[in-house]
């Protein structure tokens, strides 16, 4: 049962192209994917990782999918260099003067990591409590001392700016959202929430750039795709929404009297977009949470708490994997999907099909198929060395 | 690494070959379906020019699964002579099934590691198109359907590298062979019928040869 439908449960094959254009039972957008037998192992190895790291990111882990081979295996290398990103930039997102220094790209990488980071697989694999209590409070500690101060400050100077350039793009524009809510976020923090949040604010206070626009929203397409795979269990997810609303209420709250009024309205769905990032990439964790994974929980309760305030946000749409989210999503989806399918596919061992253009396309070359669903490649980059010579 | 050497060296030769183009003879890649007859035709131009064979012929789809060269085919034609290198590339599919092969009383592994390698020569003679090919000779069995995916794919793919192409309309010798249906099926290129099995109709196919890759 390789993806699986989280609406209505119906499960598609590995590579099943029907779900490209929605799920044909209940037209949901949302799917889970368990490579049969990876998740076991997977989240046995993850739990480690997180108790011994302690840290918000370790840097080793296993993308859940990887064994499944084909298109799971893919998706699975996506799933590690997304990953790699997040681990490189939060080690830097450590440092304070990152913040100040507001490098546009980088920083608007860094987000989606940061917000998810701190819950990434504990929370699927491990429900310990007391580890993720030990991390959350380790975190906490080493966000006030470093990152405290100096993001209020970068949350200060970046917040109007942000706010006004959001108000004047068009919300629809999901980052754009997000830098606002970032923004709001920080304030909401410094001023008075905990110093998980700071993590999230580092990170958000970089989302502004405009540069980094598609960049981020790459990213969140494919965190947004991802998602269901490392989504816990609904069961999970009640406890912790509790804790984590009041600090999106706070920061909610906060946000407007910092940011200008259009900036509100993102705000809350920005929140949203944080959330969903933070769900996606990393199985929320019970019980360590930041502001920013607390607010993105809440989010996924807020529809029934707080209607008023999702209502006036129609550029949540942004947010793909939603199912109420925009058509124009969809289309780019579908075709980030599509660029996925493989140029061999393996239907069983000893059937192939292929896709003559893919194979004419890539420049790299297959030289041997294994029977794993791997195969050998040589990449275009030797080619090229050896003409230069 | 004794493919990936090899590969080098091939690359290399065709480097050399982009800077300085009019040297070396021309790399003329024999392509088309599985079982068109492209080794036979291949073997039969090497045989005719150098004396030797390129590969094993066989009634079995997929009996290349590696592009093989024969380098330095010099084809006199008219007191002129022209030098080619011939590519006999594995035949181009898009799926390629191990039950196919157990009609051939293949055994079952031998069935699906043969398919396996039949995969990778696909991607390799789609490699070579890419990188490596300066003509194309598209072999086609004239008593098949011609309006097939892989063909038109091919067949577009060398148009738009602007690369000459012949068609040769091969297997003239049997019953059902219609060589009027491959000329429909493609009326923007030249079409060649021939037997490369019987030797039919060769002057022409190395008069085309020598007038479109010389």
């Known amino acids: 049962m390789p993806h699986q439908c989280t609406a209505c449960g119906h499960t598609f094959e590995d590579g099943s192209k029907e779900m490209l254009s929605g799920c044909p039972g209940c037209g949901g957008t949302t799917f889970q994917f368990r490579p049969s037998g990876a998740s076991a192992d997977d989240v046995s190895g993850a739990a480690p990782d997180a108790t011994d790291a302690g840290a918000p990111g370790p840097t080793d882990e296993t993308p859940p999918e990887r064994e499944s081979g084909g298109v799971a295996e893919r998706m699975g290398r996506t799933a590690t260099a997304m990953r790699d990103w997040m681990h490189r930039d939060d080690s830097e997102e ?120 598609s960049h981020v929203r790459e990213k969140d397409q494919r965190v947004h795709r991802r998602r269901p795979t490392t989504r816990p269990p609904e069961s999970e997810r009640p406890t912790e929404t509790r804790a984590p609303t009041e600090a999106t209420d706070t920061a909610a709250n906060d946000a407007p009297s910092a940011a200008p009024p259009s900036a509100e309205t993102t705000a809350a769905d920005d929140t949203t977009e944080d959330g969903l990032i933070v769900a996606d990439e990393e199985p929320v964790d019970g019980s360590a949470e930041d502001t920013a994974q607390a607010s993105a929980r809440s989010e996924m309760a807020r529809p029934d708490e707080l209607p008023p305030r999702r209502e006036p946000t129609p550029e949540s749409g ?55 669903g791997r195969y050998v490649i040589q990449m275009p980059e030797d080619w090229l060395g050896d003409r230069m010579e | 690494m004794g493919l990936l050497t090899e590969l080098r060296s091939s690359i290399s030769r065709v480097t050399s070959k982009l800077f300085a183009p009019d040297q070396g003879p021309k790399r003329i890649g024999i392509y088309g379906p599985p079982n068109a007859g492209k080794t036979t035709l291949a073997n039969r131009i090497a045989r005719d020019w150098t004396g030797d064979a390129i590969g094993p012929e066989s009634h079995v789809p997929h009996e290349t699964r590696r592009a093989r060269r024969k380098e330095n085919v010099e084809i006199e034609r008219n007191g002129k002579s022209v030098t080619i290198d011939i590519v006999d590339t594995p035949g181009v599919t898009t799926k390629v099934d191990y039950k196919e092969f157990l009609e051939h009383d293949i055994e079952k592994d031998d069935a699906v590691r043969r398919s396996r390698e039949a995969t990778e020569g696909v991607a390799e003679a789609m490699h070579w198109l890419r990188e490596d090919v300066d003509g194309v000779i598209y072999v086609l069995d004239s008593a098949a359907d011609p309006f097939t995916q892989v063909n038109t794919m091919l067949i577009g793919i060398i148009e738009s590298k602007d690369l000459p192409v012949l068609i040769f309309a091969n297997k003239t010798d049997l019953e059902e062979s219609s060589v009027q249906q491959i000329a429909n099926a493609f009326p923007q290129h030249e079409t060649v019928p021939l037997s490369a099995l019987e030797g039919d109709n060769m002057d022409e196919v190395y008069d085309k040869i020598a007038e479109y890759f010389g």
């Open chain 1, 318 to 372: 942004r947010v793909v994997s939603e199912p109420s989210g925009e058509k124009p999503d969809m289309a780019e989806l579908r075709e980030e999907l599509n660029e996925q399918f493989e140029s061999i596919k393996i239907v069983e061992p000893g059937q192939y099909e292929l896709n003559l253009m893919e194979l004419y396309d890539r420049e790299e070359y297959i030289i041997s198929l294994r029977e794993n």
């Open chain 1, 94 to 213: 450590a440092d304070p003067t990152r913040n100040g220094t507001g490098e546009g790209t980088d920083t608007g990488r860094e987000d989606p990591s940061t917000s998810g980071r701190p819950d990434d697989r504990p929370s699927t694999s491990t429900p310990d409590p007391s580890t993720s209590d030990e991390r959350a409070t380790g975190e906490a500690t080493s966000d006030t001392t470093e990152a405290d101060t100096p993001p209020t400050d970068a949350a200060a100077s970046d917040a109007p700016s942000t706010g006004t350039s959001s108000t004047e793009t068009t919300a629809a524009d999901a980052t754009e959202t997000t830098a606002a809510d970032a923004t709001e976020t920080t304030a909401a923090d410094s001023t008075e929430t905990t110093a998980a949040d700071a993590t999230g604010d580092d990170g958000l206070a970089a989302w502004p750039d405009p540069p980094d626009v």
